[in-house]
C-alpha cells in the first residue's frame, strides 16, 4: 500500500518550472491523502528478433481519494506535464476511467494518446520513440495498450506494431 500526501504549493512549483499557466491546481487537496493498494501482477515477457512484448495483468489498484476529488483534473494535470497541448489534455483527460489507469508509470517520452477498443472495452494507446541505448539514435517506436475488464487490468508493452498488439489483445480470452 502506498500513501500519497498532496503538496499544492510544490505542485505549482514544477507547473511554473514548465511553463505551465493555464492548468489549474486544486487548492482543496493541499495536506491530503490518497492511498492505494496493488495487488500482485503477472508479467510475461516474449520476443523475437527486435519484436519484443510484454503482457501484464492483475486486479484493478484499490485507489483511496479524500472525498471531492476530480480524477479528470488530476489526469488532465499529469498530461499537460507529459506535454500535450492543453484542450487536448482536457478532452482526452475527461474520457478516460482514471480508476483504471491512475497507477500507469507513463514514461516521460510519450508523445501520443489515444483512445481505442479492446473487444468492447475502452482502452488507452501511448507511444513515443524507442531509442538505442548507447547512441540515443531514434529507432523506431513502442506503444502500451492499457485495459481492463471484470475486475482485472490488462497491459502490453511492445516495439511491436500497434496493430499486432490489437491482435494480440483481443485474441486474449
Known sequence: MARITADTARLKQVLDALGLSDVKVPEELDGETAMITVSPMVLTGYEQGDRKAAFMQGPMPEVLMPAGVDLAQLGEIGLRVLGM??????????????????????????????QTLVG?????????????????????????????QGGRVYGIRSTMRLSDVMVMANSLQ
Open 120 to 148: 468492447s472495452n475502452r482502452g488507452i494507446v501511448i507511444e513515443g520513440p524507442l531509442r538505442d541505448s548507447e547512441t540515443k539514435v531514434e529507432k523506431g517506436n513502442w506503444n502500451l495498450l492499457l485495459w481492463s
Open 85 to 114: 497541448p492543453a484542450d487536448e489534455a482536457r478532452t482526452f483527460a475527461n474520457s478516460v476511467d482514471w480508476r483504471t489507469t491512475f497507477l500507469v508509470p507513463v514514461p516521460p517520452m510519450a508523445t501520443r494518446f489515444r
